[in-house]
């Protein structure tokens, strides 16, 4: 069990699942004894070396050992093909997200667990993050950062409470934390929200991180859906 904080935010009517705590439409708490589903931002490319994949499977199996959904965004290609293949195989449940745009392009997965085909990637993003209870940022490019960038700023603002782990495969991810670390020193991001954006060599370890992650204390700037 994850010690948290009272809720930060409520939606009338709306099971609200936040980093370990279950909200259910009024002020007050319950500890979640389990991570039910974690999103996964990771790129539609294979990457230059086999090591991304290779991440990916193993994340794959992290998750199915521990009966943990994957949440991604709905793709059949590169590291997002491979981590939803290898959950799928592994007999573990995918649930994938995805603009219909992409979908009629024959880029979505067919033979998921779940599809949700959007309207929108403003959608895509929101759904993704309604049904997940941690996200975990494989190595990509524009679009995962573009996800894990603003899922850090969800948090900021108090519109989500759940936790963000960077799986640092290769280094990957080190010139990131450097950029991250620059902003902290020139002013631009408070040291509480700079250790919001968590590190992992694998991805065993970045689910140990989401179970042990305590949101910042953060005033609500935003209500769910103002974003």
Known sequence: EVDVPQCGYCQSGVLMKVAGLVNAGKHGTEIAKEIKNICVYCGSSPGTNPAYSIAAKALATALCERNIGLVYGGADVGVMGTIANAVLEAGGKAI???PKSLAVKEVAHESLTELHVVASMH????LMAELSDGFIVL???YGSLEEAVETLTWLQLGIQRKGIVFVDTLGYWQKLMGALDHMVAEGFVRPDMRTAAMLAPDGATA???LARF?????PRWLKPGEA
């Open 139 to 141: 190595p990509g490019g």
């Open 96 to 98: 994938g997200v995805i």
């Open 214 to 218: 305590t949101p910042p204390d953060v």
């Open 207 to 209: 689910i140990d991180a």
């Open 123 to 126: 959608e895509r993003k929101a």
